[in-house]
Protein backbone atom coordinates (compact mmCIF):
# COMPACT_ATOMS: atom_id res chain seq x y z
CA UNK A 1 0.00 0.00 0.00
CA UNK A 2 1.23 3.18 -1.02
CA UNK A 3 2.40 6.02 2.13
CA UNK A 4 -0.08 9.11 1.98
CA UNK A 5 3.05 11.04 3.83
CA UNK A 6 4.86 9.79 0.71
CA UNK A 7 2.61 11.68 -1.51
CA UNK A 8 0.24 14.10 0.19
CA UNK A 9 0.72 16.29 2.48
CA UNK A 10 -1.75 18.89 4.60
CA UNK A 11 -0.40 21.77 7.12
CA UNK A 12 -2.84 24.99 8.09
CA UNK A 13 -0.30 26.99 6.77
CA UNK A 14 -0.72 25.46 3.66
CA UNK A 15 -3.56 26.49 2.37
CA UNK A 16 -5.79 25.99 5.01
CA UNK A 17 -4.58 22.56 5.13
CA UNK A 18 -6.16 21.55 1.96
CA UNK A 19 -4.34 18.18 0.97
CA UNK A 20 -1.63 19.21 -1.53
CA UNK A 21 1.17 17.05 -2.97
CA UNK A 22 4.15 16.53 -0.99
CA UNK A 23 6.67 19.71 -1.48
CA UNK A 24 4.36 21.53 -3.77
CA UNK A 25 0.99 23.99 -2.98
CA UNK A 26 -1.24 22.05 -5.56
CA UNK A 27 -4.05 20.41 -4.39
CA UNK A 28 -4.49 17.08 -4.60
CA UNK A 29 -8.19 17.70 -5.97
CA UNK A 30 -6.80 19.97 -9.01
CA UNK A 31 -5.77 16.88 -10.60
CA UNK A 32 -9.32 15.04 -9.61
CA UNK A 33 -10.80 18.03 -11.35
CA UNK A 34 -8.61 17.98 -14.47
CA UNK A 35 -9.62 13.93 -14.80
CA UNK A 36 -12.72 14.80 -14.38
CA UNK A 37 -13.25 17.40 -17.04
CA UNK A 38 -11.63 14.75 -19.45
CA UNK A 39 -8.45 16.15 -19.36
CA UNK A 40 -5.40 13.92 -20.00
CA UNK A 41 -3.12 13.31 -16.79
CA UNK A 42 -0.06 14.97 -19.12
CA UNK A 43 -1.98 18.21 -19.88
CA UNK A 44 -2.48 18.00 -15.62
CA UNK A 45 1.44 17.93 -15.37
CA UNK A 46 2.03 20.46 -18.13
CA UNK A 47 -0.32 22.96 -16.24
CA UNK A 48 1.52 21.85 -12.70
CA UNK A 49 5.46 21.31 -13.31
CA UNK A 50 5.80 21.20 -9.64
CA UNK A 51 3.69 18.05 -9.72
CA UNK A 52 5.70 14.92 -11.00
CA UNK A 53 4.12 12.13 -12.77
CA UNK A 54 5.34 9.67 -9.99
CA UNK A 55 3.34 11.91 -7.63
CA UNK A 56 0.67 12.18 -9.64
CA UNK A 57 0.20 8.27 -10.38
CA UNK A 58 1.25 7.23 -6.65
CA UNK A 59 -1.90 9.44 -5.90
CA UNK A 60 -4.31 7.73 -8.25
CA UNK A 61 -2.98 4.23 -6.90
CA UNK A 62 -3.60 5.54 -3.24
CA UNK A 63 -6.79 6.32 -4.59
CA UNK A 64 -7.78 3.10 -5.94
CA UNK A 65 -6.32 1.50 -2.68
CA UNK A 66 -9.01 3.57 -0.79
CA UNK A 67 -11.87 3.38 -2.77
CA UNK A 68 -11.11 -1.12 -2.87
CA UNK A 69 -10.49 -0.94 0.90
CA UNK A 70 -14.23 1.04 1.37
CA UNK A 71 -16.00 -1.36 -1.13
CA UNK A 72 -14.76 -4.35 0.30
CA UNK A 73 -15.36 -3.34 4.02
CA UNK A 74 -19.34 -2.97 2.55
Do not use: C
Request: hydrophobic fraction near 45%; charged fraction near 20%.
Amino acid sequence: MTSTSRVVHSDPDILGGIPVFVGTRVPIKTLLDYLEAGDSLDEFLDHFPSVSRQQAIAVLELAKEMLTAYANSA
